[in-house]
């Protein structure tokens, strides 16, 4: 007689997704009223001018369609690789060019933006994600390596330029400089939201047909056309008229030559690592020992929390126990290394580390916009670009030499973290 072993996959509770949906909602809608009692100035205060609503309103939505494109390709990248049948050494490979292309290309990029405009770089961004688009249009199965140094740099763009340009025209058009809080931490919130977006979007177009990508590699381009028109009828820009070797001078004073600045530096480089390790070895970790679970499922939640994390941040900062933003750096960062340790020193079952985990993106959330604020105190707007992309060229240069080790367990679960059906 026969025994039949019955295997269940792992998935999260539906009551995660209405708890994290219903914490996010509470968490912004009721902070206007809580801090009516600090009288502090908030995101729907009617004390701020319509002109900052409106300058505001319209970075938010340029900002989320960058973030959906930056979404859409990172789960079709996956899915392509897996459903293409590409060997390990490829996807490492395709993997170490693009980490290769960010360090030696996209690590300057923020020097270029300061010297020349960040909406020039901006533009740059939605470019690269046009040609990826055409690209998988006309080499569909030749086009891996270019994707991943395109979208590489992209997302290299992604992480400063953005901020950056908003940072400089919220000064130029003589907003209130307290109101920028606001807009960091939503910033936070609504890339993560257009992540989420992007993977629904992102499976229900391709579902389990990779032929559909001729479909997917269009909305892409059409996404990427509509941005650039956003972004050409923008906001003028006036660059600075300073020369390479003054731009030389001012960053070695300010940025080089204060120890603030270097610690900053020294913050976002060990965030940076550890996020993107995460991203790594994050499905590995949970499918160890022949586990199974949706992780299509579990992305979202990772996600949604780093949405409470950053919605959280005005709570921290207003009202009478408010914390100063190095004390949230402070805790945040403990946090993330005692959740870290927990999952590397101690085998955990599938639920506890989903919920280490999503402790781990709610610090995040809260940890960006507090780095976002001191790095409008600390660094000069003409040198902002700069700093922020070296700053990450550490970390990158890291996640190389580690890659040898780390990427062969990734690949094996590449193509089944964010595409639902697996």
């Known amino acids: 007689m026969g025994v039949v072993i019955e295997s269940s996959v792992w998935e999260p509770n ?72 590409a060997s390990r050494e490829q996807m490492v490979v395709s993997l170490c060019v693009g980490y290769a292309a960010a360090l030696f290309v996209g690590t300057f990029f923020g020097v270029l933006s300061d010297l020349i405009g960040q909406k020039k770089v901006c533009l740059i961004f939605c470019i ?94 059409f996404l990427a ?29 300010y940025i080089f030559g204060d120890k603030r600045v270097w610690l900053l530096a020294w913050a976002q480089a060990c965030l940076h690592f550890s996020i993107a390790i995460f991203w790594i070895l994050w499905a590995p970790t949970i499918v160890a020992d022949g586990r199974e679970a949706h992780l299509g499922l579990i992305y979202p939640c990772f996600l949604g ?40 020193y101690d085998y955990q079952e599938i639920g506890v580390l989903v919920a280490l985990f999503c402790f781990f993106h709610v610090c995040v959330g809260i940890i960006l916009p507090s780095l976002a604020r001191l790095r409008t105190l600390y660094v000069p707007d003409e040198l902002r670009g700069g700093m922020m992309s070296l700053s990450v060229a550490p970390p990158n240069v890291a996640v190389l030499l580690f890659f040898d080790e780390s990427a062969y367990i990734y690949v094996n679960c590449l193509g089944c973290t964010t595409h639902l059906s697996n």
């Open 305 to 344: 929390s780093r949405m409470l994390g950053s919605s959280a941040f005005p709570w921290l900062i207003s009202g009478p126990s408010a914390l100063r933003t190095e004390d949230c750096l402070v805790y945040g960062f403990s946090i993330l290394g005692v959740v870290l340790s927990i999952v590397a």
């Open 14 to 85: 539906t009551s995660l997704y209405i708890f994290l949906f219903f914490a996010c909602c509470s968490s912004i809608f009721l902070f206007p009223y809580a801090s009516n009692s600090w009288k502090t100035p908030v995101l729907f205060d009617h004390g701020n001018s319509s002109s900052f609503l409106r300058f505001q309103r319209s970075f938010l939505l340029v900002y989320s369609l960058a973030s959906v494109m930056e979404g859409l390709w990172s789960v079709f990248g996956e899915f392509e690789l897996a459903s293409y049948g």
């Open 128 to 221: 690269l994600h046009l040609l990826v688009g055409m690209w998988k249009r006309i080499a569909e199965h030749q086009s891996i390596l270019v994707a991943s140094i395109c979208l590489s740099l992209a997302n290299s763009i992604f992480s400063f330029s953005f901020e950056t340009w908003m940072v400089i025209q919220h000064e130029k058009q003589g907003h209130r400089l307290d109101i920028l809080n606001d807009t960091f931490w939503l910033m936070t919130f609504f890339e993560s939201a257009c992540l989420i977006g992007s993977q629904m979007f992102a499976n229900w177009l391709l579902g389990n047909n990779v032929e559909k990508s001729t479909v997917f590699s269009t909305t892409a381009i």
């Open 225 to 253: 056309i509509i941005c650039i028109i956003f972004l050409a009828r923008g906001w003028k820009e006036n660059p600075q008229t300073a020369s390479f070797k003054e731009y030389t001078m001012s960053f070695y004073t």
